[in-house]
């Protein structure tokens, strides 16, 4: 069975960059037909895409977020990882990592997610 | 960017009861379709992808249908375990940006 899990630091400080890994069990990252991806969700509030990523290393971010955002993945570790710069309170949030079924060349739904990470923007 | 715009925000609804929620799109999303389900404090869950296609595993109660612009989930007859929160999202765009609707609260009448 596919699981995610997240790590990283729970707490960055504002401008600062966070960083988090999504380390995939169960299955291999390096397989077709699927992106890997970040989602956020601010307390209380709803889902944001943020961005996802081939195993080829080919990536799509949210145009609000790509000037900040920056994926990777690393096949050898089965794991792909998010750094976000000049952070804020606004980026205080629930990240979810997520695979991400193709259909047609693009990218569609998530599922399975991992748990989520809890990140906290403070000083 | 395609909004996503669901209704009502909350839906107050008797265990054995159908519910139905309404996920409209700002143009058309084909049936680019997916819809989620979020318990308090645990990840969103994929009950259905391509507008009306259940998820592995998903009861049959679950049934989602509509095309272009405007979509229904429905729980035939709520269970205990449906208390929830459920987001629509759009999967139509290139190059993609995957969004979501703001959710609709299932809770106990």
């Known amino acids: 069975q596919l699981q995610l899990q997240e790590s990283g630091p729970g707490l960055v400080k504002p401008s600062e960059t966070l960083s988090l890994t999504c380390t995939v069990s169960g299955g291999s990252i390096s397989i077709s037909s699927y992106h890997w991806g970040w989602i956020r969700q601010p307390p209380g509030k709803g889902l944001e895409w943020i961005g996802s990523?081939?195993?080829?290393?080919?990536?799509y971010y949210n145009p609000s977020l790509q000037s900040r955002a920056t994926i990777s993945v690393d096949t050898s570790k089965n794991h792909f990882s998010l750094r976000m710069t000049s952070v804020t309170a606004a980026d205080t949030a629930v990240y979810y990592c997520?695979?991400?079924?193709?259909?047609?060349?693009?990218?569609?739904?998530?599922?399975?997610w991992g748990q989520g990470t809890l990140v906290t923007v403070s000083s | 960017e395609i909004v996503m715009t669901q209704s009502p925000a909350t839906l107050s609804v008797s265990p054995g009861e159908r519910a139905t929620l309404s996920c409209r799109a700002s143009?058309?999303?084909?049936?680019?379709l997916a819809w989620y389900q979020q318990k308090p404090g645990q990840a969103p869950r994929l009950l259905i992808y391509?507008?009306?296609t259940r998820a592995t595993g998903i009861p049959a109660r679950f049934s989602g249908s509509g095309s272009g612009t405007e979509f229904t989930l429905t729980i035939s007859s709520l269970q205990s375990e449906d208390f929830a929160v459920y987001y629509c999202q759009q999967y139509n765009n290139w190059p993609p940006l995957l969004t979501f609707g703001g959710g609709t609260k299932v809770e106990i009448k």
């Open positions: 997520a695979r991400i079924s193709m259909i047609l060349m693009t990218i569609g739904w998530f599922d399975p």
């Open positions: 143009q058309s999303v084909s049936s680019n």
């Open positions: 391509g507008a009306s």
């Open positions: 990523i081939y195993y080829s290393g080919s990536t």
